[in-house]
């Protein structure tokens, strides 16, 4: 994975990396509406009790939630929240990272930096292949001390899961294909080649990871909508022999999007192509785009129209019943279509 001349440039390069991103870990920074040509629009939006990397009172312990915190037994407990301690109530912390507005049905794609967790997977020995899985759960009936265990790997896409507040809204692999750190290890070498963007104020060189879903099209509008990110990042058991019980590893973020009414009319049928060749600053990632616009088109359950990046779809009369998720076979189609780099 490493380029064999240079090698001590590029080891020094890794250490660097490592020192400085030890402890790093991720979670959702921004989230944005995606058109319905594949491209962010309007202003974005942000967790509960966001603290913006610009801030003077920034650290990465102001955003990361680790469950089961450190220092304490592999074991997730009953007790644990879901919510870090600063994001339990609906609350924004300040007029600079307001909650996002979205319509009903509306597509968004929630961002995180990968942090060297997918371009530099041999840091942590017994990892996933995909990174990790990401879950989004979605509910408009928060609780102020939700806890893990009642919503992760609970509720489902039908709604029907555990107390049947939430529905899970989608599963994808924390490695969205094309995610990057700059630094120098051979994924983002070559990803950096591959999907080139201008560096911006936000991301600077790096490209941010995503994961792209879309809100119930029976969300109410005039309230919000609660969104929990779920990243199950766990180590496999014997892989490092100083855990030879592996580790149990989830990090969350817990969100809510203001749901106002839809400008555009529900009954229109409306042509949704993603762009080819659009900046890779504001675009969604083609694959988890079309699942959750051929979903909205065919209404199938779990339907997932093609795995090609330029869909046309119609959208339709929004679902009567509770949605049921576009994702069933995102795992595996995500893989297979646009992550041939990940780990060796
Ligand atoms: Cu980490």
């Excluded at 609906?90 to 507005?101: V, W």
């Excluded at 060189?205 to 929990?228: H, K, M, N, R, V």
């Amino acid at each position: 994975m490493l380029r064999s001349h240079n090698n001590s440039l590029v080891l020094f390069g890794l250490i660097f990396i490592l020192l400085t991103t030890a402890g790093a870990h991720s979670w959702v920074e921004q989230l944005m509406v995606i058109a319905p040509n594949g491209t962010f629009v309007g202003s974005p939006g942000y967790p509960r009790g966001n603290v913006l990397r610009t801030d003077s009172s920034f650290s990465d312990t102001a955003m990361v939630n680790l469950i089961p915190p450190n220092g304490r037994p592999n074991k997730i407990l009953r007790s644990d929240s879901l919510c870090k301690q600063t994001q339990q109530k609906q609350t924004q912390k300040s007029k600079d990272s307001p909650r996002l507005q979205a319509s009903p049905g509306a597509a968004i794609a929630l961002r995180f930096q990968e942090n060297g967790h997918v371009t530099l997977p041999q840091n942590q020995v017994g990892k996933p292949h995909n990174r990790g899985t990401v879950y989004v759960y979605g509910t408009t009936q928060p609780k102020e001390n939700e806890k893990l265990l009642n919503v992760h790997g609970v509720w489902n896409k039908n709604g029907t899961g555990g107390d049947r507040r939430g529905v899970l809204l989608s599963t994808q692999n924390f490695d969205d294909g094309r995610c990057y750190q700059v630094n120098s290890g051979g994924i983002s070498q070559k990803r950096q080649a591959e999907f080139p963007h201008e560096a911006d104020q936000l991301m600077g060189g790096d490209l941010w990871c995503q994961q792209d879903i879309a809100l119930p099209f029976e969300a109410p509008s005039g309230q919000p909508y609660t969104l929990y990110w779920v990243w199950d990042w766990p180590t496999a058991p014997r892989a490092d022999p100083g855990l030879p019980e592996g580790k149990q590893e989830i990090y969350t973020t817990c969100m809510d999007v203001d749901v106002v009414d839809s400008t555009v009319p529900s009954h229109s049928r409306i042509q949704m192509r993603y762009i080819e060749d659009q900046s890779l600053n504001r675009a969604a990632i083609p694959s988890q785009f079309a699942e959750i616009m051929g979903y909205r088109g065919s209404r199938r359950t779990g339907a997932v129209s093609s795995p090609s990046s330029s869909v046309v779809v119609a959208v339709g009369t929004p679902p009567a019943s509770p949605v049921i998720s576009p994702v069933a076979t995102v795992t595996t189609f995500v893989t297979v279509t646009v992550s041939p780099t990940v780990c060796s």
